[in-house]
């Protein structure tokens, strides 16, 4: 079993940075790609970025390029989302996600093995 446990949400006002980390445990955690998914009230769940298991690849969705940024520290088992010009629009529940697929396929939403809990992040305008 994979436990993942997010932390670093909270309120921001536009154009705002704020930093997500995500600290897993249980199995070895350079085995899986990570990523990066948001859920907004009333809204499905998308993906937002994925890095790979070494940090060599990554994938972001187009609304984030540019803004944000996917890393991964394999000593810390920990993986980040460094979030900079923070729109409204950016206002969700971030989820992390360890995945048994490309960091292509985490794009899709597939092969999605594990889950955090979530945390707030609020923009304002």
């Known amino acids: 079993q994979v436990q993942l446990v997010e932390s670093g949400g909270g309120s921001v006002q536009a154009g705002g940075s704020l930093r997500l980390s995500c600290a897993v445990s249980g199995r070895t955690f350079s085995n899986y790609n990570m990523g990066w998914f948001r859920q907004a009230p009333g809204k499905e769940r998308e993906f937002v970025a994925a890095?790979?298991?070494?940090?060599?690849?990554?994938n972001y969705a187009d609304s984030v390029k540019g803004r944000f940024t996917i890393s991964r520290d394999n000593a810390k088992n920990t993986v980040y989302l460094q979030m900079d010009s923070l729109q409204p629009e950016d206002t969700a529940v971030y989820y992390c996600?360890?995945?048994?697929?490309?960091?292509?396929?985490?794009?899709?939403?597939?092969?999605?093995?594990?889950w955090g809990q979530g945390t707030q992040v609020t923009v304002s305008s």
């Open positions: 890095i790979s298991w070494n940090g060599g690849s990554t």
């Open positions: 996600a360890a995945g048994l697929g490309t960091v292509q396929a985490m794009g899709r939403m597939k092969l999605l093995a594990y």
